[in-house]
């Protein structure tokens, strides 16, 4: 081997033993230094890592190396341990069996590094043949990862690609996720905050002098028949943006049914602190607010004892992950994600059949609008509702006789059908003509709302069954 080749293997192999040491201090460091509280196991391994660098450059460290090394290089070659230096990244990424297949992923690199510099000075036509036919598998494992995203994650159910587990509400919106969701009626682009909703990234703590609006609702609310600049709400936030800086903030999922809805402002949209909160609802709400499952999973549920609300089902177990595929995993991979989706489809049960008795489910979704409106208006905000079903004549109505018997203002939508009712839908959703004529007309009533004196705060009656 020649002199430079032979330093530069040494180093390779030197940099493999010492990586798990780097990485133990580096993460603890980081956590130190971000101000933030570091695991014990990264406390102990980054103690660990320093000694054991000490002894890797004493002579008999070196020595033990250097031995062992030559030993690995002359048995395993370059692509074995390159294969299995990939293998422990998609581990690492997949989050299984903790922060050492990170290290393992560093280690092997190295040596399969150093064993690639190690055969180019013993065979180097070989070597290179051997590494041009790994670099076109590769190549075409990029390639089929890159046509499964383009090609075959974009016509998967909207649940299968968007929908995950969340403890408290049953399910949420997949956190980072940016897709094109393509069928036979619609195409529209979704991106998914980091939060887990179908809106702009803002920070909790509300800047000065800005109106904050946080909507509940579901997938009328999420809106995902449209890309992303072509939501109501979206749009709304436009028009109202013309007289006042205005934020709003969606929290609309597609399935949630009012006591998701409830929840997703407690636990979320509150912390936005914002000065109106809009509740949409819709015809098939009350019947899945009796229930604890939905064909997108289990949730939470209310029981109502006389005049309370008991919050039941909670945490809600999770079937929507394999957990076999970390969220970065999937981000990087269509291939991964399309793994996650087929596991979980296994997992949900899609035959739900609903079974609610319908005078029970109605005064069940009367006193979760009543305890929702309660907690908005303790928490200092405006609250208003509004209904989508306005073909389903009796829900409809109901559910703004609900808004009226507790003081709830409720907003109008139904004059913005002007044209025929089909052509304003896609799939049962406002399609882009839809979301738009919505925007238009709820702004106006917004606006008055944004303008107009709160009531006084009013005691909530929630309580935790747990």
Known sequence: MASATTTVSRALCFGAFLAPAALAVFRAASAWLSHTDVAAPTVLAAVAGLPWTVYVFAPSGRALVLALSSALLAHVGFVTLGLAAFGACVLSLAE??????????????????????????????????????????VGVLIALDVAVRVFVLPSKSHNNLFIVHEPNLGWKLRPGASLTHTNEVFTAHETINSLGFRTAERPFEKPAGVKRIVVVGDSHSEAYTVDDDQTWLVLLERELARDFPVEVISLGVGGFSTDQELLAYLHYGRRFAPDLVILQTCANDPEFNVLDH?????????????????????PVPDLHSSGLVSRDLMELSGIAMLAETIARQAAIRRDVEVEADRDEAWRVTELLVRDLAALVRADGAAFAGFDVSTKNVDEHRRFREIFARHAVPSLDVDAIYVDEWKSYFAEGHWNAKGQAAAALALAPQVRELLRADRGRPIEATVRDGR
């Open 294 to 314: 939905y064909w997108r999973g289990k949730k939470p549920v209310f029981e109502r004892h006389g005049e309370l609300l008991f919050l039941t089902g909670v």
């Open 96 to 137: 299984i069996g903790g922060a050492g297949w990170g290290a393992a992923s560093a280690s092997l690199a190295c040596f399969a590094l150093a064993a690639f510099v190690h055969a180019l000075a013993t065979n180097r036509a070989a070597t290179l043949r051997r590494a041009a036919l790994v670099a076109l598998n």
